[in-house]
C-alpha cells in the first residue's frame, strides 16, 4: 500500500500544476490517497487533469506557448502528408515535420512523448487504486482511465512506430500498463495494438453515461477508436463489429458551422475541450491555417485537394477553405507548380511565356490588354510556349495542365491571390471561431463521419461494395453533393471502390490527422509533387523517415532502442 500511496501523491502532484482545468470544487486540504481510492470525485479530479494535459502549455528543450499535446499531434501526424503547403522556412518544428528533417532533440518530438507519458502514468494511478463496480459514476471515470491510456499509446504507436501493416514484430514504443517503472522497454507494434485493444474493450464495458459534453470520452468514443485502431490493422470484420456496438451514427446538419461547435455537437464523439479563457491565438493549433485575428496563416490548403474538392464547387468542405482575393486586381490568373521553379508566366495572346522564376510555384499572370503601344514589357528568362490542354480525369472531371520539359503539371484559374513567398494563399479554418474567435477550437479527435467512412473502408476490403459507397453517399450528401455525384449508382470513372473511398476520407477527414496514416497503411507512396517548401518527392511507405524519433531525453538515459536512420 505505502508504494500505491506513493504513485498517488505523485499523480496528485502532477495535476495540482494546471490551473485551466475546473478542478476548485474539491478543496485541496481535504485530498488525500484514501479519498482518491474511495470517492469518485477524487478520481474525477486526476481524470479531469489528464484532459488538461492534452492542451496545457509546457516549457520543454525551450519554452513556446504552442507547446502543447495536441498541437504537436495535429502537425506531427498531417504536415508530412499531401494535403497541406507550407509557404515558406519556419523556426517552429513544424517545419521539420513538413520535410521530413525530423531529428531526436525536437521539442514537438520530445514533448509529445513527455506528456503522452505523464497522461499514462497518472490514468495507471487511478486505474490501479480505483474499485470497479462501487457505483455507475466511478465506472465512468475508470473507464475514461482506459480510454486515455489506450488513445495515449495509439498515438505515439502511429507516430513513432512503423505501420502495423509492416509486421507486428517491428519495434513499437514503452508500453505502460501500470506505475512500476522500473523496467523501460520498446514493445513490438503487435504487443502494443493488443493492449490497446483490450484497453478500449475495458473502456466501452465500464462507461455507460457521457459527462457534460465531447470534451469527455465516452462509450461510443471508446468503440468509435476502437474501430480505427481495427482499420489500421487491417481486421476488417472487427471493424463492422465494433461499430455495430455504437450509438446511431449522427452527421451534424450545419455542416459549415459544426467545427466552430464541436464541442457540443453530437457528431463529435471526442475532441480536447478548449474554453474561451484557453484561446492560444497565435500559438494554436488554427494559427499556421488561418491569418485571421492575428494567426501566422501560413500553411495553405494543397492543390491536388484542391482538385478534388473543385470538381463540386458547391462542396460544402470548401467552405473551411477560405482563398485570399487581391481585391485591388479583379482578373483571373492561372497557377502551377513544378518542381525547377520554372515560376512567373504570362498569358499573351493565348500563349504562356515563362518570364521569371519564384520558388516552387509557378504563377501564370493573364492579362487582358497588350502595354505600351502593342508590346509587353518584360524580362525574357525561358522563351518556350506553355499552351493550356484540358484533359477528363476519370473521363469527366476538368482539368487543365501545361506541360513543360517532356513533363504535365495540373493548372489552377482563379481570381488574383494575395500570396506569400509566390504561394496563394488557401486559408484553412476547420480550427477557428468557436464563441466567434478567430483561433480558438476545440480540436476534434473522433467524429461519426469517420467512423462511417471506417465502416465504407472496411466493407470495400471485404468486398461490400454496395456498403461501401452507400456510406460515401452519406458523406457526400451532407456535404451538398448533388444527386449526380453520388457513387451507388456511378462509379464516376474510378475503377476500385477502395480509391472512391480513400479519396472521400481526404476531403472530409482533411487536416485532422489522418492523412499520413491512411496513406501508407493501405501500403501506397505519399505524392507531394505539388507546391510548398517540402521536397518535390514521392515518399515509399516503406521508408524509415516516416517514422519519428525516439526523442533524445528518453533514449539518452534509458537507453531504449532509436528508430533506424536517426
Known sequence: MKTKLIYLTLALAVVLGFSSCKLDYFPSDELNSDVLMNNPAGAQYIIDGCYAMLKEEYEYIEYSSSNTYVRHYMQMAEFPADNTCLSGRTTDPLYQAT?????????????????????????????????????TDGDQLLGEAYFLRAMCHFHMATIFAKPYILGRDNKGIVLRTSTNTSETRRATVGEVYDQVVADLWKAASLMTKSRD???????????????????????????????????????????????????????????????????????????????????????????????????????????????????????????????????????????????????????????????????????????????????????????????????????????????RNSFPNYWVTKFGYQDGKPQLSSPVFLRWAEVILNRAEANAKLGKNADALADVDMIRKRAGIPAEGMFSNNMHGYTDVLDIVLDERRMELAFEGHRMFDVYRNRRNMNRKFGGVHPWEEVDYRDNKIQYPIPYGEWSVSHIEQNPGY
Open 99 to 135: 520535410c521530413y528533417q525530423m531529428t531526436d532533440n525536437l521539442k514537438n518530438v520530445g514533448l509529445f512523448w513527455w506528456v503522452g507519458y505523464k497522461v499514462i502514468f497518472t490514468v495507471n494511478t487511478v486505474i490501479e487504486n480505483f474499485e470497479e463496480g462501487k457505483s
Open 213 to 419: 459534453n465531447a470534451g469527455y470520452a465516452s462509450k461510443d468514443a471508446a468503440l468509435g477508436l476502437l474501430s480505427r485502431v481495427y482499420l489500421y490493422e487491417e481486421k476488417n470484420d472487427s471493424v463492422l463489429y465494433a461499430i455495430n456496438q455504437m450509438s446511431t451514427p449522427y452527421l451534424d446538419p450545419d455542416y459549415e458551422n459544426y467545427f466552430a461547435k464541436a464541442l457540443t455537437s453530437k457528431e463529435t464523439l471526442f475532441c480536447v475541450a478548449h474554453t474561451a479563457l484557453e484561446d492560444r491565438g497565435q500559438a494554436s493549433i488554427g494559427s499556421m491555417f488561418n491569418g485571421d485575428g492575428g494567426g501566422w496563416g501560413e500553411v495553405y490548403c494543397s492543390d491536388p485537394l484542391l482538385d478534388l474538392y473543385n470538381r463540386y464547387p458547391d462542396d460544402k468542405r470548401l467552405s473551411y477553405i477560405k482563398p485570399q482575393y487581391l481585391e485591388s486586381d479583379p482578373t483571373d490568373k492561372v497557377y502551377f507548380a513544378a518542381p525547377d521553379s520554372i515560376g512567373s508566366s504570362i498569358e499573351i495572346e493565348g500563349v504562356l511565356k515563362v518570364v521569371g522564376s519564384e520558388n516552387y510555384c509557378g504563377i501564370i499572370e493573364r492579362i487582358d490588354t497588350i502595354k505600351s503601344g502593342g508590346a509587353a514589357k518584360y524580362d525574357t528568362v525561358y522563351s518556350a510556349t506553355l499552351p493550356i490542354v484540358t484533359e477528363l480525369i476519370n473521363g469527366e472531371y476538368p482539368q487543365g495542365f501545361v506541360t513543360y520539359n517532356g513533363a504535365k503539371y495540373p493548372v489552377r484559374i482563379a481570381k488574383t491571390m494575395i500570396k
